[in-house]
T-cell receptor, first 111, second 112 residues
Framework: GQQVMQIPQYQHVQEGEDFTTYCNSS?????IQWYKQRPGGHPVFLIQ?????EVKKQKRLTFQFGEAKKNSSLHITATQTTDVGTYFC???????????FGKGTKLSVKP | DTAVSQTPKYLVTQMGNDKSIKCEQN?????MYWYKQDSKKFLKIMFS???????INETVPNRFSPKSPDKAHLNLHINSLELGDSAVYFC???????????FGSGTRLTVV
């Protein structure tokens, strides 16, 4: 079946270092979404990318959608302890059904 | 007001029991979902419900049965609970299939 692969599974960084997580889909997506789940919390929607090659920024977070609409990345500049959590990408397939979630990247930040 | 609310937040029960988890959304969304999150944090779709159409994930044991009395509610009933059912269960909703999801706060189920 259709899959969304996400790497790395874990990332440990020193506060102030940058962080990137990558997603790759086996098929073309109608859009890709990113979610953040804090420890003990629930996934919270961050952003949706729709257009081929789209780049969006939210403060220190930069999101990219590939030209073929099959891959995406989330980059955090100068991580802070508040960035700790698991980041999920989720690929949308239009009218073909529910989002396909990646397995997530768990980010830990050492102060 | 909470957009997607689940009850209970915690559920501890013995093997073999039957339990239900309730979910309600006040966003006016047409589509609701149940996800299971295991200890590795993987989010696995269990059910999707769009208006009157229920889509069942074939990997889900038939001990799990969703019930939707109306568009705003999608409850989850589990029969004959097993140790392996221990997990966090999330309800979510969205306007349409590929719009963003709003998740509930989760129900942590522990089967002993």
């Amino acid at each position: 079946g259709q899959q969304v692969m996400q790497i790395p599974q874990y990332q440990h960084v020193q506060e102030g270092e940058d962080f990137t997580t990558y997603c790759n889909s086996s098929t073309t997506l109608s859009n890709i979404q990113w979610y953040k789940q804090r420890p003990g919390g629930h996934p919270v929607f961050l952003i949706q990318l729709v257009k081929s090659g789209e780049v969006k920024k939210q403060k220190r977070l930069t999101f990219q959608f590939g030209e073929a609409k099959k891959n995406s990345s989330l980059h955090i500049t100068a991580t802070q302890t508040t960035d700790v959590g698991t980041y999920f990408c989720a690929g949308a397939r239009g009218s073909q059904g529910n989002l396909i979630f990646g397995k997530g990247t768990k980010l830990s930040v050492k102060p | 007001d909470t957009a997607v609310s689940q009850t209970p937040k915690y559920l501890v029960t013995q093997m073999g029991n039957d339990k239900s988890i309730k979910c309600e959304q006040n966003l006016g969304h047409d589509t609701m979902y149940w996800y299971k999150q295991d200890s590795k944090k993987f989010l696995k779709i269990m059910f999707s419900y769009n208006n009157k159409e229920l889509i069942i994930n074939e990997t889900v044991p038939n001990r799990f049965s969703p019930k939707s009395p109306d568009k705003a509610h999608l409850n989850l009933h589990i029969n004959s609970l097993e140790l392996g059912d221990s997990a966090v269960y999330f309800c979510a909703s969205s306007q349409i299939w590929d719009s963003h999801y709003t998740f509930g706060s989760g129900t942590r189920l522990t089967v002993v």
